[in-house]
């Protein structure tokens, strides 16, 4: 039996459970990080593969799934262009929106508004992962990517030798200026308004 696509009918999973497998195209992936470090951000640079196993439970699904890929940044300390490869294992429950309760003909209302961890509601027949790994992709990636986070042992500004180890390179057209301004002799505090 092939594996289902990252859409797929709840009728189609059998007891025992079923594989699925996919890829979010690379152009939903950069949707999905745009704007996470602000200008910087991160890049989408492959299609995030998407794998795993469904299986029914009562009127919900379990998810067990796993994502890969690649992402380009900049570091936020030292602006150097990086890469990272992903590769992170999630599970989740998908909760039928109106399902039966166990006594009689009413029905529990589960609206989008809980808040339980790693639930997510579906309609009762159809099933759409590729939403639910762009959110856990975007939840994966720090707000603050650094050369560490590429699997570096330290930041590119750490690694420099001298003054410029000390002071971030955003900083130096005010360095700059500010060697503009003042005097070989003069230290700040020292004109003849100091007190």
Request: hydrophobic share 40%.
């Amino acid at each position: 039996m092939h594996a289902l696509t990252l859409s797929f009918r709840f009728d189609h999973l059998p007891p025992e459970g079923r594989a699925f497998a996919g890829e979010i195209d690379a152009s939903l992936v950069a949707e999905s990080v745009k704007g996470l470090v602000g200008d910087l951000g991160y890049r989408a640079t492959t299609p995030l593969k998407v794998e795993g196993t469904a299986w029914p439970a009562r009127h919900d699904v379990v998810v067990h799934g796993r994502f890969q890929g690649v992402l380009g940044f900049d570091c936020v300390r030292c602006l150097a262009a990086r890469t990272v490869t992903l590769d992170q294992t999630v599970q989740h429950v998908l909760v039928h929106r109106t399902a039966a309760a166990a006594q009689g003909e009413d029905e529990i209302e589960i609206s989008d508004e809980d808040d339980v961890a790693d639930e997510h509601a579906f309609d009762g027949e159809n099933i759409a992962l590729a939403d639910i790994f762009r959110e856990d992709l975007v939840l994966e990636l720090p707000m603050n990517p650094t050369c560490t986070y590429a699997g570096l042992p330290e930041c590119a500004l750490a690694a420099t030798t001298g003054e410029a180890a000390t002071v971030d390179p955003r900083w130096a057209p005010l360095a700059a200026l500010r060697a503009q301004l003042l005097s070989p002799g003069d230290t700040p505090g020292s004109g003849e308004d100091a007190s």
